[in-house]
């Protein structure tokens, strides 16, 4: 404590005392998972901040701050992204309720990215299904007797755990140099189609 503009005494720990060990909490210790599937990772269980402690200026519903500690039991998580293939045998099946879009035929859409080609064409069967929404994602997983990962688990596995990096990759700002990112049709602007990543002139 300060009285009059002095330092005060300065308390110290007595040699006896004993200070807790980083992780020794018990939920901040990592629980394993179960079985896992073959096409899964099992990210096991553990704490950390949820959000994020810079302002991104987003809606209030999306808004990453303020941070909060989470505790997340073990899960597990598809090792690789949902195909056309995978979604278009589910629907052959009669097991979702919706399809996803066609590509729009105007290519300066955002649509006109669209993988899915209809139920009878398998030639993007391996590419990444996209142009799907929230419910439509929600129903694949629950044909498949799976869920969709919560926000949090995702941000845990995303953020590489306790890490809580920015990207799954680290803290490396060039982003081009490890993100997969898809050719972009969106606007005049983006013509000619991109092929490679670009750096916007605001840094994006």
Known sequence: ACSG???????????????PAPGSWPP?????CGATPDDMVCIEGGVFLLGSPHHLGLDADLATEPERLTVLSPFAIDRDEMTVGRVRALLAEGALPATPWT????????GATCQYLG??????????????????????CAALGRRLPTEAEW??????????????WGHDDDVCAHANVGTGRYTEAYEPETITCRVGEDGS
Do not use: W
């Not at 300065?10 to 004993?18: D, G, K, M, Q, Y």
């Not at 901040?28 to 394993?32: K, L």
């Not at 035929?105 to 955002?110: E, Q, V, W, Y």
């Open 28 to 32: 901040a210790q990592a629980s394993p």
């Open 5 to 19: 503009g002095a330092l005060g005494a300065i308390r110290e720990l007595s040699a006896a005392a004993t200070l």
């Open 103 to 110: 590509p729009h035929p105007d290519p300066k859409t955002p």
């Open 119 to 140: 139920l009878d064409d398998p030639s993007n069967d391996e590419m990444p299904v996209n142009c799907i929404d929230h419910a439509l994602a929600a129903a694949v």
């Open 155 to 168: 941000e845990f596995a995303a953020g590489q755990r306790d890490l809580e990096t920015p990207y799954p």
